[in-house]
């Protein structure tokens, strides 16, 4: 992707680990070479923008701590904003997700999702934070749902004290807007009550409480041999 638009330029050789290849920059190229039809075309290299965006995930680092090699933070930061505010980031997961299914001879899209949480411990100063009663955790939760593959279908990130029941229905919302083909919710114990009511009313999906065996560390526990 060459700022003219371009998938392949000079600048864009892979250089980190972290670099798509071109075989999944074609897949991600169209949707983040998206644009208004007003303004000017941008001067990135778009291709660039993603592998630094990549390389500061998986790396940790810091906004203006980026490699010299990539364009400089605050047009990477930009570019990250517009795609978020865009839902570009929840467009290139699906395509993901539906590349994944059809690759093991499953539908584009899933019939049942598993909806579970952690709470983890931060030392920052500032952003969202809470304490988990039930865990002892002071810090964050993070919700989240996959199919029944294991690929994420969503996730959101609260201060540690948001109730399960909660921070889910905030995320089922999200998910189920999405993916509407989803008819069933697998869950553990922690989200009993009101959201099986609310599902099944909002959506029209059941919701499926299960146990989570003695040595299952995370999931739903659930023992799924013919979902999709």
Known sequence: ??????????????????????????????????????????????????????????????????????????????????????????????????????????????????IDNQSVKTTEVGGIRGIDGNKQVKGRKRQLVSDTQGNLLGTLVHPANTHDTVGGEELLDLVLNEYSSIKKILADQAYRGDLAVWLQEDFGVELEIVEKSEDQKGGCGAEISLGN
């Open 1 to 114: 992707m060459s700022p003219k638009g371009t998938k392949v330029s000079e600048q864009a050789t892979v250089i980190y680990e972290t670099d798509v290849t071109d075989e999944q920059d074609d897949l991600i190229a169209p949707l983040i070479e998206r644009r208004s039809k007003r303004g000017r075309p941008t001067s990135l290299c778009l291709r660039l923008v993603l592998n630094a965006l990549i390389y500061l995930t998986r790396a940790g680092c810091q906004w203006r701590l980026l490699p010299k090699d990539f364009p400089a933070w605050p047009s990477v930061r930009y570019s990250f904003d517009k795609w978020t505010e865009a839902g570009t980031w929840l467009e290139i997961n699906r395509r993901l997700v539906e590349r994944r299914r059809l690759a093991v001879g499953r539908a584009s899209t899933p019939s049942m999702g598993l």
